[in-house]
């Protein structure tokens, strides 16, 4: 069997792949980073002055299993707002995971390879399909997963991609913890629990087992396989609302 998810897969394939696949939980440190340190200042703005101020834009950042590194740009930044803003979704997340983006990408696992369902563009630079990844990183209370969505170009801009962002959060004193305690130890550091304050490696899916409608959007792209019963009702409510979205959206293109 193939051990790439690709657009071909099925759900059998890729609960096969997933369900032997480790994710490294990136480290993300409180006392560095993103900060929003002006009270007056807007999370928005304070994301993109970080961009710039970090050296983000256009940056690029490297994907296991994928042919091109991916750009960071304005416009992944402003459609991982939007995305994150429609979700009702903390932004701050947003920050804290652009603190660590070069790790959390480079880590990043692919979960699914899907076409491209939204409505294209007029002007015949369309995508092809979209490759969605999932990774993680982790504060001394929280895990914070993270989806991150590749488009994949065609037409006039054939060959190009662009990357979307949405990040989630769980309570690691709740019940994540405890899920994790079997966790096998990072190579270099020896540490095996998130306390530990350091990366740490944990089957895929043992973090997928925490996971509920917070992290729908991440859900939405997972093989039933991998899903407990509301996890898949959950998924099966995104996908519904997401049709729904884009279907309103298509009659309002229809009527201009």
């Given at each position: 069997m ?8 099925t ?30 200042e807007?999370?928005?703005?304070a994301?993109g ?5 970090s ?8 994907f296991?299993d994928?042919p091109?590194?991916?750009a960071f ?6 459609e991982?707002?939007r ?7 903390d932004?701050?997340n ?30 015949g630079?369309g ?7 999932m990774?993680?990183?982790?504060d ?6 993270v989806?991150?969505?590749?488009r994949?170009?065609e ?7 662009y ?25 270099e550091?020896?540490e ?28 939405k792209?997972?093989p ?6 509301a ?24 009527l201009?």
């Amino acid at each position: 069997m193939n051990k790439e998810i690709t657009i071909n897969s099925t759900d059998e394939e890729r609960t096969s792949i997933l369900s032997e696949k480790d994710l490294t939980i990136v480290q993300w440190d409180r006392k560095h980073g993103f900060r929003q340190t002006d009270p007056q200042e807007s999370i928005t703005h304070a994301l993109g002055r970080y961009m710039d101020e970090s050296g983000l834009r256009g940056k690029p950042m490297h994907f296991k299993d994928f042919p091109e590194d991916v750009a960071f740009t304005r416009n992944t930044l402003h459609e991982s707002i939007r995305q994150m803003t429609k979700r009702h979704s903390d932004l701050a997340n947003l920050g804290r995971v652009l603190s660590v983006i070069d790790d959390v990408c480079k880590n990043a696992e692919k979960i699914e390879v899907e076409p491209y369902r939204h409505s294209q563009p007029k002007s015949g630079a369309g995508f092809k399909q979209m490759h969605q990844y999932m990774s993680a990183f982790h504060d001394m209370d929280y895990i914070y997963p993270v989806k991150i969505t590749i488009r994949e170009a065609e037409g006039k801009q054939a060959n190009r991609f662009y990357m979307v962002i949405t990040v989630g959060m769980i309570d690691i004193e709740d019940k994540t913890k405890e899920a994790l305690t079997n966790t096998r130890v990072h190579p270099e550091t020896g540490e095996s629990l998130p306390a530990g304050g350091a990366s740490f490696i944990v089957n895929i899916p043992q973090l997928i087992s925490t996971f509920n409608s917070e992290e729908g959007i991440i859900l939405k792209n997972l093989p039933n396989g991998l899903l407990n019963d509301a996890q898949q009702k959950i998924k099966q409510k995104v996908i519904a609302t997401d049709i729904q979205s884009i279907c309103r959206h298509s009659a309002r293109r229809r009527l201009r």
